[in-house]
């Protein structure tokens, strides 16, 4: 299993996706290096087609494919709970279900 | 520079997604007026703006007001035009004023750095708390209510009892 976890330092999330990220490797009991990658500029979110921070993929599929479609920026990105409230971190349901 | 503490609010005169210009003396009346830097697109702010709109419909009718201004550079940021600013308001029933800082110069006399950050004054308009709204962006997790703490201090004509604490959200987007 291949994980990478994309964030930008402009948006102060990122590490309370990666520590929800690593419980949930723990909590299934998966050793697996996850490739961080910080993205710096419009150009370098355009080309890795970055919709916001942070963005998590595993092998190569976004944990939430739709909010994968937004226009690649240097922003918080919006993930949305099971009662349709924003938020700026994946549940934990998304990372599951992408893990499975 | 962020505005410091007892510091004179800055003067602002800007148009609001009600057609309508809006400047700081419009507000004279109001014995507590909060000045929240927002926007559209970031979560953070989206997590908060029930409770805005909260405070607003609770404390509204003792003098309170909550006026929110956005200065995002719209054009690497689309989502925070002022037609979608327009928009957002009317979908999401915002009950204060959302003002355009198209220039960003009240950005610059303020100093707001995230979304959402919070500048309280009181009646002087000296500024009496400055930061987050409260301390979770999860409503369930609330356990200081910081603006709405020091509005109602203010209303008594009593200090508030946290002055600063530090605002969690998204950066400003300057325009470059």
Redesign the interface.
Known sequence: MDIEFLFWH????HPEARELLDDVLAERGLDVDVTVREVHT?DEAEELGFPGSPTILVDGRDVDPEGATA?P?L?????RKPDG????VPTRDQLEAALT | MTLALATDAPPFDLPGVDGRSHSLDDYADKPALAVVWSCN????V??WEGRMIGLQRELGDRGFQLVAISSNDAE???EDSFDAMQERAEQQGFNFDYLYDEDQSVLSAYGAERTPEVFLFDQDRRLRYHGAIDDS?EEEGVTQEYLRNAVLALLKGDEPPVSETPA????V?RKP
């Open positions: 402009g948006c102060p999330s419009q226009r920026a922003n918080c990105r919006i993930y409230g924003p938020s700026p | 697109h970031c979560p953070y989206q997590a690497n940021y689309p962006r969690v959200g998204c950066t987007k």
